[in-house]
């Protein structure tokens, strides 16, 4: 199936996981906020989401400044 | 209602559509506790103070170092070695003299904090880490008050507002892996990528107080100042957050009481 990750557009498994998704993307140094169709994801539930053919998942790096 | 001065002064805002001088009174009447008067408080302070809200609790135990002074607009080279919340103080009066601002800069004098907080209806999060973001927030579940939170590091903005009083989430809600959060000190910031952070803040703050909209609370509004693209996420509760599903809010506990 096809999702879309960063504006980037993604063949994947049907049963692919989301935590799958962000390790292929985890380069970017700092903590993480993921999205699956625009709605962040707690962290302890990478693991057990699941992606459907279309979802669109953003991976952005969390800042804290101010 | 406003006198032929704040008529004048505030005109342009009366111009503008939902906006009256009904909403103007509310700003004047408003108050708000800002934690930290950073990059983001600085901008924070000087919108709210000159768009007329009426009392604000100024919260920082920093000083101003020379590094500070591209973002924090408040300051100049005469302040280094002062505290931030003073000089800001001293600053703000000269824009807007009608204003009451009360400054706290010591962190630890929790009385005093707290004492504002019971009497204010929103607490902005203007600080630089993610510890005291999580602190703050728990405040805000705890005392039930809105919260306005953003950061910005490298050419990244953020700024989300939260509403415990309506159950919405809290900022603890997404369980960020904090330990590895960009800070402005690891990661640099651009001085206007801070400013529109803050401006996004005070444009949430200033709605909400003068009543002519509400902040779309749980949204994540996150801005790349390197593409200039501007992004909105949800943040949904979470029953499992380790602060908001903890944290009895006072609310409740007067309630059972």
Redesign the interface.
């Known amino acids: 199936m096809r999702i879309h990750c960063n504006d980037e557009q993604l063949e994947v498994p049907e049963d692919c996981s989301l935590v799958s998704i962000i390790q292929r993307f985890n380069e970017q140094?700092?903590?993480?906020?993921v999205?699956v169709n625009?709605?962040?994801?707690?962290?302890?539930r990478w693991q057990l989401q699941t992606l459907e053919e279309g979802d669109v998942v953003?991976i952005?790096?969390?800042?804290?400044?101010? | 209602m406003l006198n032929a001065s704040e008529y004048s002064r505030y005109s342009r805002h009366l111009l503008l559509d939902d906006f009256d001088e009904h909403a103007q009174r509310r700003l004047n009447n408003a108050k708000v506790t800002l934690f930290?008067v950073?990059?983001?408080?600085c901008q924070v302070a000087s919108a709210l103070a000159a768009a007329g809200v009426g009392e604000m609790v100024l919260i920082d135990d920093d000083t101003i170092e020379i590094s500070n002074l591209p973002r924090q607009w408040l300051f100049t080279e005469k302040d280094i070695g002062q505290k931030k919340a003073e000089v800001a103080r001293t600053r703000l009066l000269a824009m807007q003299s009608a204003c009451t601002f009360h400054c706290i800069t010591n962190f630890n004098d929790i009385a005093a904090r707290d004492a504002h907080l019971t009497t204010s209806p929103l607490i902005i999060d203007?600080?630089?880490?993610?510890t005291s973001?999580l602190a703050i927030n728990a405040l805000a579940v705890t005392h039930s008050v809105p919260l306005i939170s953003?950061?910005?590091?490298?050419f990244?903005?953020?700024a989300t507002a939260f509403n415990p009083e309506i159950s919405g989430p809290c900022y603890a809600?997404?369980?960020?892996?904090?330990?590895?959060?960009?800070?402005?000190?690891e990661?640099g910031?651009f001085s206007p990528v801070?400013a529109i952070?803050g401006q996004l803040q005070a444009m949430m703050a200033l709605s909400y107080l003068s009543g002519i909209r509400n902040p779309e609370w749980g949204s994540?509004h996150?801005f790349n100042g390197q593409n200039l693209l501007m992004?909105?996420?949800?943040?949904?509760k979470?029953p499992?957050?380790p602060t908001c599903s903890k944290i009895h809010r006072s609310e409740d506990h007067a309630h059972s009481l």
């Open positions: 140094e700092g903590a993480l906020a999205a625009q709605t962040i994801i707690p962290t302890s953003d952005f790096t969390l800042v804290a400044g101010g | 930290g950073g990059g983001l408080g203007c600080t630089d880490s993610f973001r953003a950061a910005a590091s490298g990244i903005a953020t809600c997404p369980e960020y892996n904090s330990e590895q959060s960009l800070t402005c000190f990661q910031i801070v952070a994540l996150h992004r909105q996420f949800n943040i949904q979470n499992d957050c």
